[in-house]
């Protein structure tokens, strides 16, 4: 009939639905796999069709030392060809210059008026004292032999504490000596041969008791190579050497002949030795009143020098510099320096002041 509406359409069904929905999951399933494909495999003409390599060759190996390659770690002698032209300067080296010096450990000497062209004192020149024999007794025993006599007076007291255990040791040995010189002829060599072994050992005691090097012969460890080692190192095995003692405090022309002689100088507290080198060095060459001239000037300008140096490597015990005008120090250091220097005469090398014409 003309002008009726179509009945209306019936909704999609159930299993409708469900078909639907399988075709668009498979769809996209597909969709999916299509683009992981583009995107893994390469275009064509660059090289992607070659296949990945290995995952070994990614990784590290071990090696064995004997598959290395040391030739490049070795020197090679140089080819004089291949230097033509070539700039090979080279870098100088300076001498190495040793830390620490023997025994005592001590920085050289920065003071150029107390210092002395000696090479530093690490035994004292008696040291060590001879073992008393039958043939040297007779020297022991000498009235009137000199003994050199060692403390505060005539040695350092700071930084050289092996000196005065040396010093110590010949001290307690002289008057051991002198002792010993009292008794019969038949007690004095067992005496002293007692007196210089214990005097010995106690020296060993003393040097291990403190935290320096000990003397070599100390380390021996049977007593008898000890001993035997402290005998072959004396250096006056007769106990002949002849000891003086002079007055620096009076330059004369004696006096400097006394000096102007390679002698062994005893008195080794400072400034003794520097002061004696100063004397004997520029004015023994020198004859008659010149050398005489030459030692007193040099004696009261080093006593001016050493006194107005800044630098505190002689502590002065007695004051001297202390005083304002220059012959109270004079003063002072011939009363309490320079009365009593001990030295040892060797052989004479500048002859005796010429009388001036």
Same mark, same amino acid.
């Given at each position: ?32 796999? #299509?683009? +992981?494909? *583009? ?46 032209? !070539? ?6 080296? $300076? ?20 210092? %002395? ?12 004292? +001879? ?26 007291? &700071? ?6 255990? /040396?010093?110590?040791?010949?001290? !307690? ?8 010189? /009292?008794?019969? @002829? ?6 002293? *041969?007692?007196?210089?072994?214990? &005097? ?19 380390? =021996? ?11 072959? /190192? ?7 050497? @002849?000891? %003086? $003692? ?5 330059? $004369? ?20 030795? !520097? #002061?004696?080198?100063?004397?004997? =060095? ?17 004696? *009261? ?25 220059? /012959? !109270? ?9 320079? *009365?009593?220097?001990?030295?040892? +005469? ?12």
């Amino acid at each position: 009939m003309v002008g009726e509406r179509p009945p209306p359409e019936a909704p999609p069904s159930r299993q409708h639905l469900e078909m639907s929905q399988r075709i668009l999951f498979v769809l996209l399933a597909s969709w999916l796999a #299509l683009a +992981a494909q *583009s995107a893994t495999v390469p275009p064509k003409g660059d090289g992607g069709e070659k296949p990945p390599p290995p995952p070994s060759d990614d990784l590290q190996q071990e090696m064995m030392p004997d598959q290395v390659l040391l030739d490049f770690l070795f020197q090679h002698p140089i080819d004089d060809q291949a230097l033509d032209g !070539a700039d090979v300067t080279g870098i100088v080296q $300076t001498p190495l210059r040793p830390a620490f010096g023997p025994r005592g450990r001590r920085p050289g000497c920065h003071d150029d008026l107390l210092c %002395t062209r000696e090479p530093p004192v690490y035994k004292l020149d008696e040291f060590p004292p +001879a073992r008393p024999t039958v043939d040297n007794l007779a020297n022991i025993c000498a009235e009137g032999r000199k003994k050199a006599s060692y403390g505060p007076w005539n040695l350092p007291q &700071t930084g050289f504490s092996h000196l005065s255990r /040396q010093g110590d040791a010949l001290n !307690a040995l002289e008057d051991d000596l002198d002792r010993c010189c /009292q008794l019969s @002829e038949e007690e004095k060599l067992p005496c002293s *041969s007692e007196a210089w072994e214990t &005097t010995l050992i106690q020296y060993c005691k003393q040097e291990f008791s403190v935290k320096t090097r000990p003397h070599m012969c100390c380390k =021996e460890k049977q007593l008898d190579d000890r001993l035997a080692c402290f005998a072959i /190192q004396a250096p006056y095995p007769a106990y002949d050497k @002849e000891v %003086t $003692t002079v007055n620096l405090a009076q330059i $004369t022309s004696s006096l400097l002949d006394s000096l102007c002689r390679p002698v062994s100088l005893l008195s080794k507290q400072k400034p003794i030795p !520097a #002061l004696v080198q100063n004397i004997t =060095e520029p004015c023994c060459p020198l004859q008659a009143e010149q050398r005489t001239q030459c030692a007193q000037e040099t004696k *009261s300008q080093f006593i001016a020098n050493i006194c107005s140096s800044q630098k505190k490597t002689w502590k002065d015990p007695q004051k001297c510099c202390a005083r304002e005008e220059s /012959q !109270a120090r004079d003063d002072c250091f011939n009363l309490n320096y320079l *009365s009593d220097v001990a030295y040892a +005469a060797v052989d004479q090398i500048f002859p005796p002041a010429e009388p001036a014409v």
